[in-house]
């Protein structure tokens, strides 16, 4: 079993939906939650980071972590055809620094005009 | 304040040979982490430099390597290419200040195609 899972997609949405985008882990260890969003021909870019279970919402993306779950969510609220991308969370084990972050496989999502 | 920036973006090399990229983090960031992308494999973590020492490494043959500078600026060094190389390498870097706030910007990615 992967330490993170994340559902493959494609996920293919009309503009102006909400989009749930998920991911499981099985490590206790993992503290610190990241989402990454990933344009085609381009490096990740950093969209939410959290540490603490419950929502965090930053426009109209939310990111939601249940650490008694192991699972974290984005929620994208309205979406746009430029939210279009590759989504790939990560999370980190936050005992010290010398620790490597793992990532999801991600998911690909296209909204539709 | 400018990115993470990687060069070359584009490199076409021939099995056998070797090739060096290189990654300039953001301006303050000690921390330089090196990521191999492939469509079947996702992002698999290759290693990460701080203060010009490899502190963690991911399950990669010796034939990948790294340094960092002591401007923090990294190179990764991959000898013998094998056809199974041919991947987007991303650098990320982080500032590295306190744990419960680090986290890492990618650059663009360098695409290596080995023929």
């Known amino acids: ?113 | 304040k400018a990115g993470v920036t990687q060069t070359p973006r584009y490199l076409i090399k021939t099995r056998g040979q070797q090739v060096t990229l290189s990654c300039s983090p953001i301006s303050g960031h000690r921390s330089v982490s090196w990521y191999q992308q492939t469509p079947g494999q996702g992002l698999q973590f290759l290693f990460e430099y701080f203060s010009e020492t490899q502190r963690n490494k991911g399950n990669f043959p010796g034939r990948f390597s790294g340094r960092q500078f002591s401007n923090s600026r990294s190179e990764m060094n991959v000898s013998t290419l094998e056809l199974g190389d041919s991947a987007l390498y991303l650098c990320a870097s982080s500032l590295a200040a306190a744990v419960s706030t680090d986290t890492q910007y990618f650059g663009p990615g360098t695409r290596l195609t080995v023929l």
């Open chain 1, 1 to 113: 079993q992967k330490e993170v899972e994340q559902d493959p997609g494609p996920l293919s949405v009309p503009e102006g939906a909400i989009v749930s985008l998920n991911c499981t882990y099985s490590n206790s260890a993992f503290q610190y939650f990241m989402w990454y969003r990933q344009y085609s021909r381009k490096g990740p870019e950093l969209l939410m980071y959290t540490y603490s279970s419950g929502n965090k919402e930053d426009g109209r993306f939310t990111a939601q972590v249940d650490k008694s779950s192991k699972y974290i969510s984005l929620f994208i609220r309205d979406s746009q055809p430029s939210d279009s991308a590759t989504y790939l969370c990560a999370m980190r084990r936050g005992n010290n620094y010398g620790q490597n972050f793992v990532f999801g496989p991600g998911t690909r999502l296209s909204v539709l005009p």
